[in-house]
């Protein structure tokens, strides 16, 4: 069955590949990216690997929160006029390091990408993911306990500190959202796609090659679609060990899960967003 799945960061890396096998099995891939020229390349490339491909293209920085909401904005209006629901959401999107990591509204570049932004656009998009729906988040092997001055950005961070710190955030609100709808879906997981993998990232942030960014692609695909991850709310999944394992310690407390979605809202009630 073909499915509608907005996959974010899908110019290059593990996104790119992504985005070539879901249009490989016929699903509709709405596909983002921060660069109208890339994306416009993008769309031409696929259509003529897959001259079948449904695929459309949305341009945001997400690390500019308004851009976030009008991405949210723009696909919510979409899918309105075909009548759609929106059946899978990949927050893959994200950075490592940055030459200048405070945004516009005074917040660390590398949470707003990493954490907050995926944050918005999860809850923007939740009128359009329906009970079946999944919501897949990039999360990381490399986990480190939040500061959460830093993530409000009130406390600097070098590149390393806040890669590991933001990838933990999302893993715990991926928990506390995804055991809060349980119920009523969409599921919500996070997934490690697999250590040091062939990504621009991982190049810049450790000048190494890496693996196979298909061994990643792979994952999200079947985090995205699959059986194997239809009982996984919450869950964390860790493909450098091929299996559901426990993250970080801090993402099994329930409590330290909650204040960190409260400031979470906090910051975005601050910013007057959160609503599409």
Known sequence: MNKTILLTGATDGIGLETAKMLLAQGHTVLLHGRSQAKLNALQVALTEQYP?????????????MSQVQTLAKNVLADLAENNNQLDVLINNAGVYQLVDATTIDGLDARFVVNTIAPY????????????????VNVSS????????????????LSDSAAYTQSKLAITMWSRHLGLELKDTGPLVVSVNPKSLLG?????DAYGIDGGDLKIGADIFCRAALSDEFKDAAGLYFDNDTGRFAPPHVDALDNAKNQQLVD??????????????
Request: aromatic share 2%; proline share 2%; no cysteine.
């Open 52 to 64: 079948n491909a449904s695929t459309h293209t949305y341009i945001a920085d997400l690390s500019d």
């Open 120 to 135: 918005l656009l999860t809850k923007l998009l939740l009128p359009v993911l329906g009970h079946d729906s999944r919501v």
């Open 141 to 156: 092997a490399e986990q480190s306990s939040v500061n959460l001055n830093a993530l409000m950005g009130n406390t600097e």
């Open 199 to 203: 990504s621009k990232m991982v190049k």
């Open 263 to 276: 400031t979470l809202d906090s910051i975005l009630a601050q910013l007057k967003l959160g609503k599409a």
